[in-house]
C-alpha cells in the first residue's frame, strides 16, 4: 500500500504545480514570468509522469520526461528570443502592449489605476568619498595598455 | 442527499475557497496589502491538503518526502506571484531544486541530476540574460499588477480541486483498493486506503518486459538507456533534430530583426501602434516563409 499513497502524494504535488503555474500564467503581465510560469506547468507534468511510471513499472514515464526536457529548452530558446525581439519594439515586457492580438469580439483591457512607477525603488546608501582621487591618464581611458 | 455527504460536499468547497482566496491574496494586486494574510492562508490550505492525504508508513520517508514537496510548493507560489521578475527566477530556481529532489525519491536518478542541469543550469541562465536585458530599473508597473486575479484563483483552486478528486476517485477504483476492501473484515475503521494489508509488488513477474523494467535495481542508467535507444530511437532523433530546428529559428528571429530596424525595412502607415504590430505581423509571416524556404532548398 505504500507504493498508492507514495503515488498519491506525488500526484497531488504535480496537480499543485500545474495549478500554481496555471494561475500565474493567466495573471501575470510580464512575458517572462508567464513563461517561467508554463514551464512550472510542465515540472507539474514531469512529477506526475515520473510517479505514475514508478506506480506502474514502466520506463515510458522516464522518457516521456526526458522528452518534455528537451521540448522545454527548445521551447525556451524560440520564446526568449521572441520575447526579446518583442520588447525591442515595443519597449516594455508588458503583454497588455500587444493585446490588439486578442480575438475580435473582445473589449480591450484599459489599466484604470497605474501604481506609480517608482514608488518602491529601492534607495541604495551612498559613502562619503575619502582619501585622493588617483591621477587618470587620458590614453588609459580610450585604450588600456594593461589590465 | 445524506448528510455525511453534505459535510463532504462543504469541506471540498471550504477547501476550494481557502485555496482561492490563499492565491488572491498572494497575487500582485498594485498596492493593496494582504500578502501576510495570504501566506498564513496558503500555508493553512496546504496544511488541510497534507492532511487529507494517506502518509507514507516509516516516519523518517514521510519527513523527507513533506520537506521536499513543501519546499518545491512554497517556491512555486513564490516564483508566480512575487512583484519583481529576478526573484521569480530565483524562486523557480528552488523549485527545480525541489523536483530534481522529489524525482530522486522516486529512484529516477538520471532525471533528477537532468533537471537541475538542463533546467536550472541551461533554461534558467537563458531567462536571467533576457531579464537582465530587458527588465527596466526598479518595479515596473506592469509586474505589480495581475490582469484578472479573482478569475485566475478561481480557475487554480477549481484545477486543485479537480485534479485532487480525479486522483482520489482514480485511486479508489484501483485492484490494489477493491482488494484492500475484500480482504479489510476484521477492522471496524472505513478509511480502506490507509489501513489496507495489500501490497503491491513493484515488479510484476507476469510478463518478461515487466520484469526487467525496473525502476529501483542497481543498473538503473543502463536499463534507462538501453529502452531509450532501443524502443525510442526514432523519438530521440526527431527530439535531436528539432533541436537543431529551435537553434535555427532562434537565430533567425534575431537576425531578422536586426534587419527589420535598418533603414531599408518597409514602411507601413497608420499609428505607431499599429504600425508596429503590422510590421511584426508581416515580418513574421516572411519570416516563416523565409525559413521555409531555405528548408526546402537545403533538404
Redesign the interface.
Known amino acids: 500500500?505504500?507504493?498508492?499513497?507514495?503515488?498519491?502524494?506525488?500526484?497531488?504535488?504535480g496537480?499543485?504545480?500545474?495549478?500554481?503555474?496555471?494561475?500565474?500564467f493567466?495573471?501575470?503581465?510580464?512575458m517572462?514570468?508567464m513563461?517561467?510560469?508554463a514551464?512550472?506547468m510542465l515540472?507539474g507534468v514531469?512529477?506526475s509522469l515520473?510517479?505514475w511510471?514508478?506506480f506502474h513499472?514502466?520506463?515510458g514515464g522516464?522518457?516521456l520526461?526526458?522528452?518534455i526536457?528537451?521540448?522545454?529548452?527548445?521551447?525556451?530558446?524560440?520564446a526568449?528570443?521572441?520575447?526579446?525581439?518583442?520588447?525591442?519594439?515595443?519597449g516594455?515586457?508588458?503583454?497588455?502592449f500587444?493585446q490588439?492580438?486578442r480575438e475580435s469580439n473582445l473589449d480591450a483591457?484599459v489599466?484604470q489605476?497605474?501604481?506609480?512607477?517608482?514608488?518602491?525603488?529601492?534607495h541604495w546608501p551612498t559613502l562619503t568619498p575619502a582619501g585622493v582621487e588617483p591621477e587618470i591618464e587620458e590614453e588609459e581611458t580610450v585604450h588600456r595598455t594593461h589590465v | 442527499m445524506t448528510q455525511a455527504q453534505t459535510i463532504e460536499i462543504l469541506l471540498v468547497a471550504g477547501r476550494g475557497l481557502l485555496i482561492a482566496l490563499s492565491?488572491w491574496l498572494l497575487?500582485p494586486r498594485?498596492?493593496a496589502g494582504g500578502r501576510r494574510l495570504g501566506i498564513a492562508l496558503g500555508a493553512a490550505s496546504l496544511v488541510w491538503?497534507c492532511w487529507e492525504?494517506?502518509?507514507?508508513?516509516p516516519w523518517s520517508t514521510d519527513g523527507v518526502?513533506l520537506v521536499l514537496?513543501a519546499v518545491?510548493?512554497v517556491s512555486?507560489?513564490g516564483?508566480?506571484?512575487l512583484r519583481s521578475?529576478v526573484y521569480?527566477?530565483i524562486w523557480?530556481a528552488m523549485?527545480?531544486l525541489g523536483?530534481s529532489g522529489?524525482?530522486l525519491f522516486?529512484?529516477?536518478q538520471?532525471?533528477g541530476v537532468?533537471?537541475i542541469v538542463?533546467?536550472a543550469g541551461?533554461?534558467l541562465v537563458?531567462?536571467l540574460?533576457?531579464?537582465m536585458?530587458?527588465?527596466?530599473?526598479?518595479?515596473?508597473?506592469?509586474?505589480?499588477?495581475?490582469?484578472?486575479?479573482t478569475?485566475?484563483?478561481i480557475?487554480?483552486?477549481g484545477?486543485?480541486l479537480v485534479?485532487?478528486a480525479a486522483?482520489?476517485s482514480a485511486?479508489a477504483g484501483?485492484p490494489?483498493?477493491a482488494a484492500?476492501d475484500k480482504t479489510d473484515t476484521d477492522k471496524t475503521d472505513t478509511n480502506t486506503?490507509a489501513h489496507?494489508?495489500?501490497?503491491?509488488p513493484?515488479?510484476?513477474p507476469s510478463t518478461p518486459e515487466?520484469r526487467s523494467?525496473?525502476?529501483l535495481s542497481q543498473d538503473h542508467m543502463e536499463?534507462?538507456g538501453a529502452?531509450?535507444f532501443s524502443?525510442?530511437l526514432i523519438?530521440v532523433e526527431v527530439?535531436g533534430t528539432?533541436?537543431l530546428?529551435?537553434?535555427v529559428?532562434?537565430v533567425a528571429?534575431?537576425v531578422q530583426?536586426r534587419q527589420i530596424?535598418s533603414p531599408n525595412a518597409p514602411q507601413h502607415g497608420g499609428s505607431r501602434?499599429?504600425g508596429?504590430?503590422q510590421?511584426?505581423l508581416g515580418q513574421g509571416g516572411l519570416g516563416q516563409a523565409g525559413l521555409g524556404q531555405g528548408g526546402q532548398a537545403h533538404g
Request: with cysteine; aromatic share 10%; net charge negative.
Open positions: 500500500m505504500d507504493e498508492l499513497h507514495l503515488l498519491y502524494n506525488y500526484l497531488i504535488v496537480a499543485l504545480l500545474f495549478s500554481i503555474g496555471l494561475v500565474g493567466i495573471s501575470r503581465r510580464n517572462i514570468v513563461f517561467l510560469a514551464e512550472m515540472q514531469s512529477v515520473v510517479a511510471g514508478r513499472n514502466d520506463w522516464q522518457i520526461v526526458i522528452f526536457l528537451t521540448v522545454a529548452a527548445c521551447e525556451a530558446a524560440i526568449l528570443a521572441l520575447v526579446s525581439m518583442l520588447f525591442q519594439r515595443a516594455s515586457l508588458d503583454i497588455a500587444w490588439s492580438l483591457f489599466d489605476e497605474l501604481p506609480a512607477d517608482d514608488e518602491e525603488t529601492p | 492565491f497575487l498594485g498596492a491538503i492525504v494517506p502518509r507514507l508508513s518526502f514537496a518545491t510548493v512555486a507560489v516564483a508566480v506571484t521578475p521569480c527566477a523557480f523549485t527545480l523536483v522529489l524525482l522516486q529512484g529516477a538520471f532525471l537532468a533537471t538542463v533546467y541551461a533554461i537563458t531567462f540574460f533576457v531579464l536585458l530587458a527588465q527596466p530599473q526598479g518595479f515596473a508597473y506592469y509586474d505589480r499588477i495581475s490582469w484578472e486575479a478569475f485566475s484563483s480557475a487554480g483552486a484545477m486543485v485534479l485532487t486522483v482520489s485511486l484501483t490494489a483498493a484492500a486506503l489496507a494489508e495489500v501490497v503491491t513493484l515488479v510484476d515487466k523494467a525496473d525502476i536499463r534507462l529502452q531509450l524502443r525510442h523519438a527530439a528539432m533541436l530546428a529551435a537553434l529559428g532562434a528571429i534575431a530583426h530596424t501602434h499599429g508596429l504590430e510590421r511584426a
